[in-house]
């Protein structure tokens, strides 16, 4: 059984950065796929960035792309997503999520996703 904790949460102005991290206590082996999504009231959950356990491979949504990076510790367990030039579009609620295989297959789909977090939010103003 995989259990994420997300953190890292928080209010900031438009502009601003701050970083999210997922520690995932229990087994996540090498080769496995971690992810950022995000859901907004009243939006569908959108998936962000996403990295392969103990890889370089990584995958961001459009909408983020040169903002936001996605990075881990894997002595850790630990995924980490650094967001920097946050708008207001980006405020939300963050979930971690994993599964036990790459990330080559839908990388952003919720529905691909095995294990999730309880969410941490995150709102710019």
């Known amino acids: 059984h995989v259990q994420l904790v997300e953190s890292g949460g928080g209010s900031v102005q438009a502009g601003g950065s701050l970083r999210l991290s997922c520690a995932a206590g229990?087994?996540?082996?090498?080769?496995?796929?971690m992810a950022w999504f995000r859901q907004a009231p009243g939006k569908e959950r959108e998936g962000v960035a996403v990295?392969?356990?103990?890889?370089?491979?990584?995958w961001y949504a459009d909408s983020v792309k040169g903002r936001f990076t996605i990075s881990q510790d894997i002595t850790k367990n630990t995924v980490y997503l650094q967001m920097n030039g946050l708008e207001p579009e980006d405020s939300a609620l963050y979930y971690c999520?994993?599964?036990?295989?790459?990330?080559?297959?839908?990388?952003?789909?919720?529905?691909?996703?095995?294990?999730w977090g309880q969410g941490t939010q995150v709102t710019v103003s």
């Open positions: 229990g087994f996540i082996n090498r080769g496995n796929c």
């Open positions: 990295i392969v356990t103990g890889g370089d491979s990584t």
């Open positions: 999520a994993a599964r036990r295989r790459g990330c080559a297959f839908e990388p952003g789909s919720a529905g691909a996703y095995n294990y």
